[in-house]
């Protein structure tokens, strides 16, 4: 199963390469995330893969959106014979030097990649340890939580650097806006009606997905995805304008800042493994809710931002 998925990552990259129509892209690309969501899941990393559809998910729509609102501007002012002429050598270059570079690097992966065995010396100390140090009984929260909890702290300071930055970069200054131009999903009434049942589905699953990171695939991070994802279908659905962008703003800060302090209080301390087992998973429930929220509200601003405030 693995190996066919691998083929189809070859045919849907020569499919991404050749195509020249946006929607289709877009539709290909989400075909590529859910083929690398399937290879996760089939190689042992649940959580991971459910990230992965997650990420896809809202990516997709995001983009479908935004081509949704773009799309209108395109002006075609070329003659026939030009615009032939550069398709034939956006083609070729868009098709032939990027699968050549491709087999270049994939030659010199397999020449270079080494052959002796695996050390699973850090991989068996995870797996032995982290039931009564972290707690809890998914091994990757408690890495992400416990062992690796620097990077998380680095990770959920990237997205407020990226939120911020998107929202002094972007032309409008406008932190809300009353109404503006809904998407065009609103004219349909199957879509309309199967989307509000999908709207309950994906919030309960998300805080599903939070309340239970520590016992079973999923956290805060996928969580947070899903609870952003409630509110994009909202938008296309409803009207999201009604949302209080600025409050978000505050919550995410506040979030980040109350996330810092328990982990300096809790993990840099080293107190937490004295604690008894539900403590640990009191620490850890709070802390996959913090991180979801966090990532709800970063993912929330950023559709925000680019398809309510600067939709024209």
Known sequence: MVYALFLLFVIIAVCILIEERNI??????????????????????????????????????FFVVCFEKYD?????RLPQSVKKVQKNKKRWKALVLPLGFTVLLFGLFLYFMPDGEVNTYLKEQYLSRFMYEIG?????????????????????LVLIISVIA???????????????????????????????????????????????????????FQGGLFIAIFFVCRYLIYNIYD???KKMFRLEEFIFFFTLLIVIFI?????????PPTF?????????????????????ILFYRFIAIERG
């Open 280 to 300: 640990q998973a009191i620490y850890m429930v709070v802390m996959n809710l913090m991180i979801g929220l966090k990532v709800g509200c970063g993912f929330v």
């Open 24 to 61: 289709r892209l877009i539709i290909y690309m989400t075909i590529f995330s859910l083929t690398a969501s399937a290879s996760f899941f089939f190689l042992g990393s649940p959580d991971v893969a459910m990230a992965e559809a997650a990420v896809g998910a809202f990516t997709t729509i």
């Open 267 to 275: 993990v840099f301390l080293g107190v937490h493994a004295h604690f």
């Open 136 to 156: 809890g009984e998914n091994a990757v929260t408690a890495i992400y939580l416990g062992y690796r909890v620097y990077d998380t702290l680095f990770e959920a």
């Open 166 to 220: 998107v929202s002094h970069m972007s032309y409008s200054s406008k932190e809300s806006v009353s109404d503006g131009r809904h998407s065009d999903v609103e004219r349909s009434v199957v879509v309309v009606t199967v989307m509000r049942i999908v709207c309950a589905v994906v919030l309960l699953f998300g805080v599903y997905l939070i309340f239970n990171g520590h016992i079973t695939a999923g956290g805060g």
């Open 72 to 76: 209108d501007l395109k002006v075609d």
């Open 243 to 245: 949302l209080p962008i």
